[in-house]
């Protein structure tokens, strides 16, 4: 890892309780904790000063900024700069930044410049100040196009976990593990109700971000008939502990979503590490890895969510490349990259 640049980092990041590095490793927010989190670890193994998050001290002075994910209000009174505050704070630090001559570079996850609505204002309104986008997969690359002719680096999510040895389960119960936020949860209860009829496991564990029982109690209602279904809050530790018991990953989603088509493969990959065998669907950032996984609704899909145990050679060779390329440490190497190259 390139080491002791004369850079300073910033970052400008919604939705903090505290300027504090600490809650930005520990949150549930994958978006957060593992593009920015992962960042600025690689920053200080890397001995590069990165001032605390939203850098408010009048010493903070920093030539680079990275921006996350742009969110106006969290409408809870609970985080940093809520009230309708943020808009203006963050447009003052990228005025002062580019009268400086500073390079602000967007964590560019979703296409704000053409999204409708006031975080799609927001971002047409800075655009002209953007050096650079971080995008997460060659796919978002593809959607920015049209919107941004500018500089691009593609950096996905790194996998958290510890790698789990694929094996030693047996399939007295057939449990089906699905963890994600509470955005891609649509898409599992639409599946419970449909195409899960197909290979039903006798258990599903549904891990979140929040707890959304009734939709949960109302999808279950259509779903096959004597599946337990267990809901529980998405954490680290309770998706390792959930993986050790369960017999393969399930991750239905829709290609052709535009909120969905540009995502990085961090779900995919996770559940590899874990040891499990997954059953997707064919997202654009998943298809590299197309000999790792299968595509829901077809008849390979099918066969591994009904004999998920013969899958253990496929899954080792995804850990090697997984353990050469998206480890915490290879993304937060592709992250200091980026800041030694401005």
Same mark, same amino acid.
């Given at each position: 890892m390139v080491e002791n640049t004369k850079k300073n980092v910033g970052w400008?990041?919604?939705?903090?309780?505290?300027?504090?590095? &600490?809650?930005?490793?520990?949150? &549930?927010?994958?978006?957060s904790r593992m593009r920015a989190g992962v960042c600025i670890s690689g920053c200080q193994k890397a001995k590069i000063n990165v001032y605390p998050l939203n850098f408010r001290e009048a010493h903070h002075n920093p030539d680079l900024v990275f921006m996350a994910k742009y969110v106006p209000d969290s409408n809870t009174g609970q985080y940093l700069d809520d009230s309708g505050k943020r808009?203006?704070?963050?447009?003052e630090k990228i005025k002062l930044l580019h009268r400086k001559k500073g390079k602000l570079i967007l964590d560019y996850t979703d296409n704000h410049f053409v999204n409708p609505g006031i975080v799609g204002d927001f971002y047409r309104k800075i655009k002209p100040?953007?050096?650079?986008?971080?995008?997460?997969?060659?796919?978002? #690359?593809?959607?920015?196009?049209?919107?941004?002719? #500018?500089?691009?680096?593609?950096?996905?999510?790194?996998?958290?976990?510890?790698?789990?040895?694929? #094996?030693?389960? %047996?399939?007295?119960?057939?449990?089906?593990?699905?963890f994600g936020h509470i955005t891609n949860l649509g898409w599992l209860l639409d599946f419970m109700m449909s195409g899960?009829?197909?290979?039903?496991?006798r258990h599903l564990i549904i891990l979140v971000n929040n707890h959304p029982e009734e939709a949960v109690k109302e999808a279950a209602k259509k779903a096959p008939k004597g599946m337990k279904i267990?809901?529980?809050?998405?954490t680290v530790e309770t998706m390792v502990h959930a993986a050790k018991i369960s017999h393969y990953v399930l991750i239905p989603s829709n290609k052709n979503d535009p909120r969905k088509s540009g995502v990085s493969p961090g779900r995919l990959l996770t559940g590899l590490a874990l040891g499990l065998p997954v059953v997707a669907s064919p997202l654009d950032s998943y298809m590299p890895f197309k000999d790792?996984?299968?595509?829901i609704g077809t008849d390979e899909g099918i066969a591994t969510m009904k004999n998920p145990l013969v899958h253990n050679d496929k899954?080792?060779?995804? %850990?090697?490349?997984?353990? %050469?390329?998206?480890?915490?440490?290879?993304? &937060?190497?592709?992250?200091?990259r980026v800041v030694c190259d401005q």
């Amino acid at each position: 890892m390139v080491e002791n640049t004369k850079k300073n980092v910033g970052w400008l990041v919604s939705n903090v309780r505290t300027n504090d590095f &600490e809650e930005l490793f520990n949150t &549930e927010l994958a978006s957060s904790r593992m593009r920015a989190g992962v960042c600025i670890s690689g920053c200080q193994k890397a001995k590069i000063n990165v001032y605390p998050l939203n850098f408010r001290e009048a010493h903070h002075n920093p030539d680079l900024v990275f921006m996350a994910k742009y969110v106006p209000d969290s409408n809870t009174g609970q985080y940093l700069d809520d009230s309708g505050k943020r808009r203006a704070f963050w447009l003052e630090k990228i005025k002062l930044l580019h009268r400086k001559k500073g390079k602000l570079i967007l964590d560019y996850t979703d296409n704000h410049f053409v999204n409708p609505g006031i975080v799609g204002d927001f971002y047409r309104k800075i655009k002209p100040r953007v050096h650079a986008l971080i995008l997460p997969s060659d796919r978002m #690359g593809v959607n920015v196009a049209d919107s941004w002719k #500018g500089k691009t680096y593609i950096i996905p999510e790194p996998v958290e976990v510890d790698f789990i040895k694929p #094996g030693n389960r %047996q399939l007295k119960e057939s449990t089906a593990l699905w963890f994600g936020h509470i955005t891609n949860l649509g898409w599992l209860l639409d599946f419970m109700m449909s195409g899960l009829h197909k290979a039903p496991p006798r258990h599903l564990i549904i891990l979140v971000n929040n707890h959304p029982e009734e939709a949960v109690k109302e999808a279950a209602k259509k779903a096959p008939k004597g599946m337990k279904i267990s809901l529980a809050k998405w954490t680290v530790e309770t998706m390792v502990h959930a993986a050790k018991i369960s017999h393969y990953v399930l991750i239905p989603s829709n290609k052709n979503d535009p909120r969905k088509s540009g995502v990085s493969p961090g779900r995919l990959l996770t559940g590899l590490a874990l040891g499990l065998p997954v059953v997707a669907s064919p997202l654009d950032s998943y298809m590299p890895f197309k000999d790792f996984f299968s595509i829901i609704g077809t008849d390979e899909g099918i066969a591994t969510m009904k004999n998920p145990l013969v899958h253990n050679d496929k899954i080792l060779k995804a %850990q090697e490349l997984i353990k %050469q390329k998206y480890t915490v440490e290879a993304i &937060e190497s592709e992250w200091v990259r980026v800041v030694c190259d401005q």
